[in-house]
């Protein structure tokens, strides 16, 4: 038995309430509608803003669809669950932040419960499967997999132990 952390959860329950079922629909255009999030392609880096109570999510229209959409993912991360302006904040918050972002990205990128529905896959798979880079789908493999490992082990709990 698989337990979700609560990011895990959170994309989990996000992606069935604006009715995301398949890797097939994870799609920058489909999730920025559900979540009324404006995106617009630029020629500087990525980054989100929210202006006048709008969401906005700025794309480099120079990356490949791959880079596109997992840097898409992580700028919703900060969308979603940071606020303020990361040059006006203390470096270790502008790390955390970014830190979580990126666990985030590599959720919604390749969800948990798309994954148990689907089995195990190789990394060219799951490139294929939810349209990520090769590094980025060998990461989200180990993590799946180091998942399944942890939660297949019984908890440890003083009372088990017996002294």
Not at 13 to 20: C, K, S, Y
Request: proline share 3%.
């Amino acid at each position: 038995m698989i337990i979700y952390s609560r990011t895990e959860d959170y994309i989990r329950r996000l992606l069935t309430e604006v009715g995301i079922h398949t890797p097939h629909e994870l799609k920058i255009k489909t999730l920025s509608n559900a979540l009324g999030i404006s995106v617009y392609f630029w020629e500087f880096s990525s980054e989100s803003v929210c202006k006048g109570g709008r969401n906005l999510i700025f794309l480099n229209k120079t990356k490949n669809k791959q880079t596109q959409w997992q840097e898409f993912t992580h700028e919703i991360a900060h969308n979603l669950w940071h606020a303020g302006r990361q040059e006006h904040m203390p470096h270790l918050l502008v790390e955390l932040q970014e830190w979580q972002a990126k666990y985030f990205s590599y959720h919604l990128c390749i969800p948990t419960f798309m994954l148990q529905q689907i089995g195990m896959v190789s990394p060219y798979q799951m490139m294929e499967l939810f349209n990520v880079e090769y590094d980025f789908a060998c990461h989200r493999l180990e993590m799946y997999e180091n998942k399944l490992l942890h939660d297949s082990n019984k908890p440890f709990t003083l009372k088990d132990n017996q002294f």
